[in-house]
């Protein structure tokens, strides 16, 4: 079955870094695109990056310049590189698939940017 498990997150200082990792397993990664989306609490769940299945890379305005996202087919996993974290960076990070009719979610991974 489809399996998404994110990792990488944790507590950070303004402008430190984190690396988040996707594992997915139970489908051909090469075949799709992936989403990393996050969600603060109180807010809703929103679009951070999206590669797709062909490279293509998407980044929501406010990250753009900052975080990173790669795919490796062979090890099927996908990253999101996060430099220069802001206050307003703090989520939970959650990587999705969507495949037809389903969306496929993973259990997230906790990042908080605190001084």
């Known amino acids: 079955q489809v399996q998404l498990v994110e990792s990488g997150g944790n507590l950070v200082q303004p402008g430190g870094s984190l690396r988040l990792s996707c594992a997915a397993s139970g489908f051909t990664l090469d075949h799709y695109a992936i989403g990393w989306f996050r969600q603060a609490p109180g807010k809703e769940r929103e679009g951070v990056s999206c590669i797709g299945k062909d490279g293509t890379i998407y980044y929501k305005a406010s990250v753009k310049g900052r975080f990173t996202i790669s795919r490796d087919n062979a090890k099927k996993m996908v990253t999101l590189q996060m430099n220069s974290l802001k206050l307003e960076d703090t989520a939970v990070y959650y990587c999705?698939?969507?495949?037809?009719?389903?969306?496929?979610w993973g259990q997230g991974t906790q990042v908080t940017v605190s001084s």
């Open positions: 999705n698939l969507k495949s037809g009719p389903y969306d496929y």
